[in-house]
């Protein structure tokens, strides 16, 4: 089955005339780097996994057939939230073992 993307207008989409050229537009009146249209896809998937969004849904989002193409492509982005969960791991046992250390209600401390 072929897919065409048409214009409001009822012409077809010029993908350098409709969208790159807007792109370039709006990062040159924005004073941001000159990218490639792609990037953007990269830069959205970064960004999902950094605010905690599960892989899955960066998965499904991006349309990869499977999650380790995702884990494997966006792996950098991983180290900083292994260190978050680790953090929050210790502080999940350390202050269930300060419930354990500190006396119950009525009882004596020797």
């Known amino acids: 089955m072929t897919m065409y993307s048409v214009h409001l207008l009822g012409t077809y989409l010029n993908p350098t005339r409709d ?6 537009v ?4 924005a004073d941001l780097p000159d990218i490639r ?4 896809r990269h830069s959205a998937a970064t960004l999902l996994l950094s605010l905690g969004v599960h892989p899955k849904v960066v998965q499904e989002v991006l349309g990869h057939s ?3 193409m995702t884990l494997d492509i966006y792996s950098h982005v991983m180290p900083s939230m292994h260190e978050d969960a680790m953090n929050k791991l210790n502080e999940a046992i350390g ?6 250390d500190e006396p119950e209600e009525g009882q004596k401390t020797s």
């Not at 969208?19 to 370039?24: A, E, P, V």
């Not at 709006?26 to 009146?29: A, D, E």
């Not at 202050?95 to 354990?100: P, R």
């Open 95 to 100: 202050e269930s073992s300060l419930e354990k």
């Open 26 to 29: 709006f990062l040159k009146k």
């Open 66 to 68: 499977q999650i380790s």
């Open 19 to 24: 969208l790159l050229d807007q792109l370039k």
């Open 37 to 40: 249209f792609h990037d953007l």
